[in-house]
């Protein structure tokens, strides 16, 4: 794999740490690199820290990623500036995401690259609902896009509440005003986004998924999926598609 990276140099050597043995992984800055992103000759995947640009070069950036036409990763750091850009690029497109050592291990960043020609469901709802997210306050907004990464995604409101150090009768008042039918919703999708992959591609046992997930029983995963899309996961990718399984995930966790 060759790849662009637009990369501050503690995330590039991160990334050295991770990328394969047969792989090229060329690093550029500038206006060479806002050059390269729409067109990168030769190139099969470009990975972007956001927080590398100045206002004026993220500017030139979004436009440059609106008409992307090579997968990127966005390898960002959990801060309100970062998080902003990160939410801009994924109401763009679709973009995978992963956040400087919080699912930053090598195996989750190998994945990542593998996976970006064919971007997984947490990464499309994302896309889906980066439009809502925006309305949400900045500290609401660094706890909310991390649950379409890797990174735990909490059991009960209360947790996203304590971390988004927001009081808990706060929380879906805000999230009303985006939009968004409630912190409850947004945390049931973001953990049901996570299933798909690796039940439908990877083949793995219902039980094992749902115990990744944080499901306690694999029954409770099969009810969790019926009331939210309507399908049990055992007809996952032959009642439903990829695609149909997305959009469900945003209705449930969008207000009307």
């Not at 499309?124 to 660094?142: N, V, W, Y």
Request: proline share 6%.
């Amino acid at each position: 794999m060759h790849i662009l990276a637009l990369l501050s140099n503690d995330a590039l050597q991160a990334l050295r740490c991770c990328v394969g043995p047969t792989d090229i992984l060329a690093r550029v800055s500038g206006a060479t690199a806002l050059a390269r992103l729409g067109r990168p000759r030769g190139a099969d995947a470009v990975v972007i820290d956001p927080s590398a640009f100045t206002d004026a070069e993220w500017d030139q950036a979004r436009a440059a990623l609106s008409v992307a036409d090579v997968p990127v990763l966005l390898y960002a750091t959990l801060d309100p500036k970062s998080v902003r850009r990160v939410l801009a690029a994924a109401a763009l497109g679709v973009r995978e995401v992963l956040f400087r050592h919080i699912d930053d291990d090598a195996a989750a960043v190998r994945m990542r690259l593998e996976m970006l020609g064919h971007p997984a469901p947490p990464a499309r709802l994302l896309s889906t609902l980066a439009g809502r997210i925006e309305r949400l306050p900045p500290d609401l907004q660094r706890a909310t896009v991390p649950l379409f990464c890797s990174a735990p995604v909490p059991r009960w409101a209360d947790q996203m509440a304590y971390d988004a150090d927001v009081p808990r009768r706060s929380l879906d008042r805000w999230m009303s005003r985006a939009g968004l039918a409630g912190t409850a919703a947004l945390l049931d999708v973001a953990r049901l986004a996570r299933i798909w992959t690796p039940l439908v591609e990877r083949k793995a046992s219902q039980a094992e998924v749902a115990a990744r997930a944080g499901y306690r029983r694999a029954r409770m995963l099969a009810v969790h999926a019926r009331r939210i899309v309507g399908v049990s996961p055992s007809h996952f990718g032959t009642r439903l598609s990829a695609d149909e399984f997305v959009s469900r995930l945003a209705r449930h966790a969008s207000r009307s």
